[in-house]
């Protein structure tokens, strides 16, 4: 079936230094459409990108991510992490009608 | 704008025991999900339905039963609580290809 793989568990860096979390997919459909998702502590998963368009960059609130379908990739980018991009994010693939997240990245931002 | 309720957001229970779980949006979407999270598992899709009165299995529905009675409602069992079980439950919904949007969540503990 459909998978979405997160290889980073967590990912700890310094303010100011810029953050790329990987993320693929596999998948039997033909026209993947690819999410962002971020959850803050004690909170809930919240939408942060989304691509159903390959070779097209997308950006929101300073990440940005690109579907690549040569490769089945969607990893997120941003040039300078800020002490509030703290928090876990989620990848994940709607195939069909079921949405299927990767297993989370922790991203631990310091100054 | 719309809200997805959740109830109870904690709960306990026994080994053993019968366990419901219960989910409404007035967002008016036809999709609804029920995912399970753990530390380092990331969300797990347990059941999703994509209209009244459908009910499709995800990876991990074993050991669970779902029911979709109304559009607007989306309730999860636990069939036999396994002893020392602690995950939190996420309930979600969207309209086709758009945005998901989750709840608080129900933290549940098994003693």
């Known amino acids: 079936g459909d998978s979405v793989t997160q290889t980073e568990g967590l990912v700890t860096l310094t303010e100011g230094l810029p953050v790329m979390l990987n993320c693929t997919y596999q998948t039997i459909y033909s026209n993947p459409f690819l999410f962002w998702y971020v959850q803050h502590l004690n909170e809930s998963p919240r939408l942060l990108l989304k691509s159903f368009t390959d070779n097209k960059r997308t950006e929101h609130q300073g990440f940005h991510a690109t579907l690549h379908k040569s490769s089945s990739s969607f990893h997120l980018q941003k040039s300078s992490a800020q002490l509030s991009d703290s928090a876990l994010y989620y990848c994940a693939h709607q195939g069909g009608r079921a949405l299927i997240f990767g297993t989370g990245t922790t991203v631990s931002v310091s100054p | 704008g719309g809200i997805i309720t959740q109830t109870p957001k904690f709960l306990i229970g026994q080994e053993g025991q019968k366990l419901t779980l219960k989910c409404q949006q007035n967002f008016n979407h036809d999709t609804m999900y029920w995912y399970r999270q753990d530390s380092g598992k990331g969300l797990r899709l347990i059941y999703y339905s994509i209209t009244e009165n459908d009910l499709q299995k995800g990876d991990l529905s074993e050991g669970y039963d779902a029911s979709r009675e109304k559009k607007s409602s989306f309730s999860l069992t636990v069939t036999s609580a396994q002893k020392n079980e602690m995950a939190v439950f996420l309930c979600?919904?969207?309209?086709?290809?758009?945005?998901?949007?989750f709840g608080k969540g129900t933290r549940l503990t098994v003693v």
């Open positions: 979600a919904s969207r309209r086709q290809n758009t945005e998901v949007f």
